[in-house]
């Protein structure tokens, strides 16, 4: 069965940075492709960012492109995300899951992930 394990959210000021984290264990990390999903209070989860199970592609949701960084160490089984510029509105509670298919080619596909971690918060003031 597979864990996630995310870490490093907290309370940061606007335009602060943040270094997510998500451990893996029980699946062959490096055959799944990730993904940072978030919920805002009162609001549906949303797809974040995706990074493909070699890292050679990497997707991002128009409002965090250019100040989220997702990436991966197959070695460690864990994903990251870099988070830079931060706003009120980045509010959330930040998920990682795994892709639902093993070793996809190309772009991971923004509705086809599952086995969900249990969530960190990271919360922006302004």
């Known amino acids: 069965q597979v864990q996630l394990v995310e870490s490093g959210g907290g309370l940061v000021q606007a335009g602060g940075s943040l270094r997510l984290s998500c451990a893996t264990s029980?699946?062959?990390?490096?055959?799944?492709?990730m993904g940072w999903f978030r919920q805002a209070p009162g609001k549906e989860r949303e797809f974040g960012s995706g990074?493909?199970?070699?890292?050679?592609?990497?997707d991002y949701i128009d409002s965090v492109n250019g100040r989220f960084t997702i990436s991966r160490d197959n070695a460690k089984n864990t994903v990251y995300l870099e988070m830079s510029s931060l706003k009120p509105e980045d509010t959330a509670v930040y998920y990682c899951?795994?892709?639902?298919?093993?070793?996809?080619?190309?772009?991971?596909?923004?509705?086809?992930?599952?086995?969900w971690g249990q969530g960190t918060q990271v919360t922006v003031s302004s």
């Open positions: 029980g699946r062959t990390f490096s055959k799944y492709a």
């Open positions: 990074i493909s199970w070699s890292g050679a592609y990497t």
């Open positions: 899951a795994m892709d639902l298919t093993l070793l996809r080619g190309g772009a991971p596909l923004r509705d086809h992930f599952g086995s």
